[in-house]
């Protein structure tokens, strides 16, 4: 699995549209909402806010750019449930936060190292999801190892084909 | 300090951006008291659903739309045949319907003698399901009718199958309603036969368990579960599920896994109950129609009833065993609520789940079908599917009667004193 290391001159820091910016998001707010309407296994295996989170983080290789971005997302999609606000917003800001710090040390381009890193931080955000359901709100909820990484494989096979469909609206810098 | 900052400057926002979730979190918890309540951070869930909702909506009113131009207008291959089996599964119905009608008549007796007062389901509102939280912690779905539609919170949503949830929150044009087995629902529940009463939860993995029956208890597989009225949300016998899996549960209790009696991952339509009504039962008398009765009725060799009836509606009870008449009343949808004898209704509006009578002690015709109710709205559709009996009715013993009908001779001849429907001559 080529993840190379790359040096700060070698890194490429992509920006988007504004359209791309706040339509990406949106749409996968609403897919996410409408999907498990006619695919429920989509609801328990898919998180595609996580994944748009990843990419934009990623892509940006900016740590506050990419913790806001995760905080914003995070928070939009507390909205449309009915648990208190700012569970999934701070577990997708310390996604986002990770994935750019991790987009600026390693070359993060590749199918390869996309698939892997999508996974780990499947994992990363069911736990700070876990951990402050759990901690913070007394929510009831049960850890499965086996359906972590059974989803966290679903959203990381997922993320590589959709990272190469988001690459089109990247601009440089 | 200054240089610290600096150099630390990424992970002080990221903390400073944590704590201040952690803080808004904190405060909703504190100010809710309770952990699900919606109500405290409404203006900003309106912006959010406010933002994802029309799009939803749109989306499924061109499912819709494309899916209603395709099965109506396309493809109708085999729905003649279709056709031809619902109505005889209308018939066989109907008889059904005449025997069950008699059950809820001594029913209505013993509650009558008991004074007990029924609840019943005045109004509903049908809404298509637009959208959902999209996250499996919360299991809830976006309705496309809110406030406006007349939705309030805690309202109870069925389908036609089972219970569903309830109004959780409710937006001007959209509502979220709480799934049954989302972990934060709760629902009165009883067995159908063994009538042990429990409460019936959502699991954090989105199953559905009765709680609170003892360990002692013999549960079968494969019973019914109802709602049992004890929550104040939903009407008493409404289906829940059925019992999937036994266990023992903590303490002293079982552990009941249900199967819920509703797709509760592929809702497209359902109904809210806007109104649920309770009145004082009220008993019948003179509800004696078998379904010979009926059956006789529509024997197209039934013979014309000799005019000679000794009792003095002689003119209506011919009208009445008219065989023409009783071939059209026979026919499905041939009646009209003009044709037959109306039932005396409560005044209640219901735009779904309004019922029609079976044949009472007026006439052996039966009454018009009206729009279909939901299986499940059986406590209104009993209600008002039987008229209250008229002042002017006299018991039956006291009427002269007619030659007893059987299955092959003519049909019930109306009680002395029934009113002749006006047109029943010319049914059309």
Known sequence: ?173 | MESVLGRYRNLVILVGVLFLQVLGLAMQVKRGGNANDAENTRLIRIWGVGAITPFERLLVWAQNGSSDIWHNYFYLRGVRAENRQLKDQIEQMRLEQVRLAEDAAQARRLQTLLAFKEQFISRTVAAQVIGSSGSDLSRTVYIDKGENAGIKRDMAVITADGIVGKVLVVYSSVSQVLLINDQSSGVGALLEKTRLQGVLRGTANGEVVLERVMSDEQVPLGETVLTSGGDQIFPKGLPIGSVMKVGNGKDLFLNIKIKPAANLSKLEEVLVLVENKERQAVAEENVHVRAADILAQRLPSVPDKPATSTNAAAGTAGTTANPAAAKTAAKPGSTTPATAPAPKKPSTSSNVSSASAPGTGQTAKPAPQSSPAPKNAGAADDTEATPKPDASEKPASDQPKTAEPTPAAAPTAPPADAKPPADQSSPQ
């Open chain 1, 1 to 173: 699995m080529p993840i190379t290391y790359t040096s700060n001159e070698q890194v490429e820091v992509y920006r988007f549209s504004i359209p791309v910016t706040i339509g990406i998001p949106l749409l996968a707010l609403f897919l996410q909402s409408f999907l498990p309407l006619r695919f429920p296994l989509f609801r328990d295996y898919v998180d595609l806010p996580l994944l748009i989170t990843i990419f934009f983080a990623m892509a940006r290789r900016n740590p506050i750019a990419g913790l806001f971005t995760g905080a914003i997302i995070g928070l939009a999609q507390d909205m449309l449930g009915h648990n208190p606000i700012g569970i999934y917003g701070i577990s997708k800001t310390v996604v986002g936060y990770g994935a750019s710090s991790l987009g600026v040390k390693l070359d993060v381009e590749n199918a390869g190292a996309r698939l892997l890193v999508t996974l780990g931080f499947y994992l990363v955000h069911s736990a700070v999801h876990y951990t402050v359901g759990h901690g913070l709100v007394n929510m009831t909820q049960t850890w499965s190892w086996s359906h972590g990484i059974l989803a966290g494989l679903a959203n990381a096979i997922l993320a590589v084909p959709l990272f190469f469909l988001l690459d089109k609206f990247k601009q440089r810098t």
